[in-house]
Nanobody, 123 residues
Framework: QVQLVESGGGLVQAGGSLRLSCAAS????????MGWYRQAPGKQREVVAT???????NYADSVKGRFTISRDNAKNTVYLQMNSLKPEDTAVYYC?????????????????WGQGTQVTVSS
């Protein structure tokens, strides 16, 4: 019912920048919080940044001051601007969204994930 498609990953040198995008599509009534998570090889998936429908943001300590999350509610899209990238930022980055879909006369909340996009930062 809901698809999240990420784009913008790639290979960059340390100190460089990348911008990730994630567009949600499908039978969407509205979207609550959206966020970015990442998983490095051999490690658990961790939260990078989240943003509410009203624009309130939260960041992992490791990315504060370097990454910026934003969203375009009209386009059902969330972005992650990543600056001053470090080799330890290397991971697969996943988009997440708490999506409300119609279920008859009610609304149902779906926790939706994208397929992931690889970010590799070389030293």
């Amino acid at each position: 019912q809901v698809q999240l498609v990420e784009s913008g990953g790639g290979l960059v040198q340390a100190g460089g920048s990348l911008r990730l995008s994630c567009a949600a599509s499908g039978s969407i009534f509205s979207i609550n919080a959206m966020g970015w998570y990442r998983q490095a090889p051999g490690k658990q998936r961790e939260v990078v940044a989240t943003i509410t429908s009203g624009g309130s943001t939260n960041y992992a300590d490791s990315v504060k001051g370097r990454f910026t999350i934003s969203r375009d509610n009209a386009k059902n899209t969330v972005y992650l601007q990543m600056n001053s990238l470090k080799p330890e930022d290397t991971a697969v980055y996943y988009c997440n969204a708490d999506v409300n879909v119609r279920q008859g006369i009610s609304l149902m909340s779906l926790d939706s994930w994208g397929q992931g996009t690889q970010v590799t930062v070389s030293s």
